[in-house]
């Protein structure tokens, strides 16, 4: 990546901010793998080219990032990063782009969680042919998330894009989404599990203070270890 022209793509500010809040946006409850994962997920895509020359308008595609969706398609309406938020995207980033990282994904230019998906079809509010893109095999699961490298439709041909294969019964947003082509990451894909309780707000208001300390499974497969079963949190 690095010698391909897209370490030039992404050096500058706004284009890592935008990084930073979808990735956090759609895994950051996935630890580092899951955020790594959604990063290279970008990265590809921009490569690819079929979403657009840039990272904002890979990212502002019509209808593939839900949350920028639900923010009006813009990624600039999405929470602002935190200083932690930052730095472990920036440090993703950084290994990948010098070759220090490997693509977890394999390559995938789509992801989704199959058993949101799943249950969002029973309740037919999406087409079944969404749930793993018409049984495409994924590239790679990572937590809660599974990806691929190109996305079928129901009819298993391959496609830029898993296009809609029946009216949606749900909400207008759901039809709107689906009628633009359906998007990458389908609904809210956040894996559920126990809340952490938050800490103590720093004095001088979001992206300050130290990082605070999250208990996770693995805490070796994390970028940020700060002790036992313990890794760097992501809202301080």
Sequence with gaps: MATSGLAALVAGPEAREAITRVAFAEAGNQGDSGLAAVVYTILNRVQDGRWGATVEAVINARGQFEPVMRAGGDWRRLPASTVAQRARIETILNLSLEGRLPDLTNGARFFQNPQIVADRASRGEVSEGLVNFGNTGP?????????????RSAGGRGTRAPA?????????????WQSAGGAIFVGDNRAVGPE???SSASPNGAGQGSLRATPVTDPGRAIFVVGPGLAAGSDQ
């Design 164 to 176: 809609p294969t029946s009216t949606p019964r749900g909400s207008p947003a759901a039809a709107a």
């Design 139 to 151: 590239s790679a699961v990572i937590g809660a998330h599974s990806f691929y490298v190109e996305a």
């Design 196 to 198: 952490v309780p938050p």
